[in-house]
């Protein structure tokens, strides 16, 4: 564990240390220094050609790092930071291509952590930082997470995630149109984007694939131990036969996860959850699904949750 003024030290000499914010912990560099870039990628194996979110401090600074600041932008913003929704937007020369994989946008995100906005606004460089965990690893919501996930990595400690799962990402495009694309579901809602946006016309899409977002890949915020989505009724012993069977396994034990119903108290407690549960003696985690699982409010859980298991029976 670290105070704000030693990450600040760390920060500033090129290192790599893990943040709170109130979605889930990050793992920061100063986006300056592309020796600490590396550090991130090679401190949670994960491969380059998965962009970073860089975070800021307030709209106007998200602003000297964009090619293009068009006024819907301004109006999200103003609408939703800090808070748990990043604008990808066209990135100008002082964003290195390290952090945007090559693309020629970058993903801006003004966090609602006290702790985290007071280092931004004292170093005045915004913090390149994914989640602080392994690559495909369920995400960490607590600073206890983080040691767990990724020892020998200094933690500010800013207590549990408010959100509890990563950022709603939009894609905001002008030509030749006005466009916004949900690259990523969180729990910014998608129809309070398009609410906010009604005086403007704009071309809404869902779930493009072709553009790399977070979890775009099928495995993602994996447990330790496979999770198993259960969408039927059925004996323990038919379900025990039927996971061996399609995975090729001999399990003899689960361990039943569950989730309360409200949605954001659900996105509070998921990765915790998930991590207590892989924690546990027996070989597989079983989540029965419920129908409230599948209403709107639900998507972006629905989408951590599709991405973490390993089977859908
Ligand atoms: P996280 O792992 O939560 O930090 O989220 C990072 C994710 O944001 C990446 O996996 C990307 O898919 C997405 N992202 C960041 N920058 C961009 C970008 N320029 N274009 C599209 N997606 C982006
Ligand atoms: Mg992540």
Same mark, same amino acid.
């Given at each position: 564990m670290?105070?704000?003024?030693?990450?600040?030290?760390?920060?500033?000499?090129?290192?790599?240390v893990?943040?709170?914010?109130?979605?889930?912990?990050?793992?920061?560099?100063?986006?300056?220094?592309?020796?600490?870039?590396?550090?991130?990628?090679?401190?949670?194996?994960?491969?380059?050609?998965? &962009?970073?979110?860089?975070?800021?401090?307030?709209?106007?600074?998200?602003? =000297?790092?964009?090619?293009?600041?068009?006024?819907?932008?301004?109006?999200?913003?103003?609408?939703?930071?800090?808070?748990?929704?990043?604008?990808?937007?066209?990135?100008?020369e002082?964003?290195?291509?390290?952090?945007?994989?090559?693309?020629?946008?970058v $993903?801006? #995100?003004?966090?609602?952590?006290?702790k985290?906005?007071?280092?931004? #606004?004292?170093i005045?460089?915004?913090?390149?930082?994914p989640?602080?965990?392994?690559?495909?690893?369920?995400?960490?919501?607590?600073?206890?997470?983080?040691?767990?996930?990724?020892? $020998?990595?200094?933690?500010? =400690?800013?207590?549990?995630?408010?959100?509890?799962i990563?950022?709603?990402?939009?894609?905001?495009?002008?030509?030749?149109?006005?466009?916004?694309?949900?690259? #990523?579901?969180?729990?910014?809602?998608?129809?309070?984007?398009?609410?906010?946006?009604?005086?403007?016309?704009?071309?809404?899409?869902?779930?493009?694939?072709?553009?790399?977002?977070?979890?775009?890949? *099928? *495995?993602?915020?994996?447990?330790?131990?496979?999770?198993?989505?259960?969408?039927?009724?059925?004996? =323990?012993?038919?379900?025990? *036969?039927?996971?061996?069977?399609?995975?090729?396994?001999?399990?003899?034990?689960?361990?039943?996860? =569950?989730? &309360?119903?409200?949605?954001?108290m659900?996105?509070?407690?998921?990765?915790?959850?998930?991590?207590?549960?892989?924690?546990?003696?027996?070989?597989?985690?079983?989540?029965?699904?419920?129908?409230?699982?599948?209403?709107?409010?639900?998507?972006?859980?629905?989408? #951590?949750?599709?991405?973490?298991?390993?089977?859908?029976?």
């Amino acid at each position: 564990m670290c105070s704000e003024d030693q990450a600040i030290e760390i920060l500033n000499r090129g290192g790599v240390v893990a943040i709170p914010t109130e979605t889930v912990y990050g793992l920061a560099a100063q986006i300056d220094k592309p020796e600490a870039l590396k550090k991130i990628f090679q401190t949670k194996e994960r491969p380059f050609f998965d &962009p970073l979110i860089v975070h800021v401090y307030s709209a106007q600074q998200a602003k =000297d790092y964009c090619d293009e600041w068009p006024p819907v932008a301004q109006i999200l913003a103003d609408n939703f930071w800090p808070g748990p929704l990043t604008l990808v937007l066209p990135k100008n020369e002082k964003i290195s291509p390290l952090i945007t994989a090559g693309l020629d946008t970058v $993903g801006l #995100r003004c966090p609602r952590h006290e702790k985290t906005l007071s280092i931004l #606004r004292k170093i005045q460089i915004p913090l390149a930082a994914p989640s602080a965990n392994k690559f495909g690893k369920t995400s960490p919501t607590s600073a206890q997470h983080v040691a767990e996930s990724l020892p $020998g990595i200094q933690v500010l =400690d800013g207590g549990e995630c408010e959100v509890g799962i990563e950022s709603t990402i939009v894609a905001v495009k002008t030509e030749p149109q006005l466009q916004i694309e949900l690259l #990523r579901p969180g729990m910014v809602p998608w129809g309070e984007i398009k609410k906010t946006l009604k005086n403007y016309t704009v071309e809404y899409i869902e779930g493009n694939k072709e553009i790399l977002a977070p979890g775009s890949l *099928d *495995d993602h915020y994996m447990p330790d131990i496979p999770l198993v989505l259960l969408e039927q009724n059925m004996s =323990d012993k038919t379900l025990l *036969d039927s996971v061996n069977k399609k995975l090729k396994l001999h399990f003899s034990s689960f361990v039943n996860m =569950d989730l &309360p119903e409200e949605n954001y108290m659900a996105a509070r407690v998921l990765y915790s959850r998930l991590r207590e549960a892989g924690k546990c003696k027996e070989d597989f985690i079983v989540l029965k699904v419920k129908p409230f699982m599948l209403e709107e409010a639900w998507a972006p859980l629905w989408d #951590r949750l599709k991405k973490a298991s390993s089977l859908k029976i």
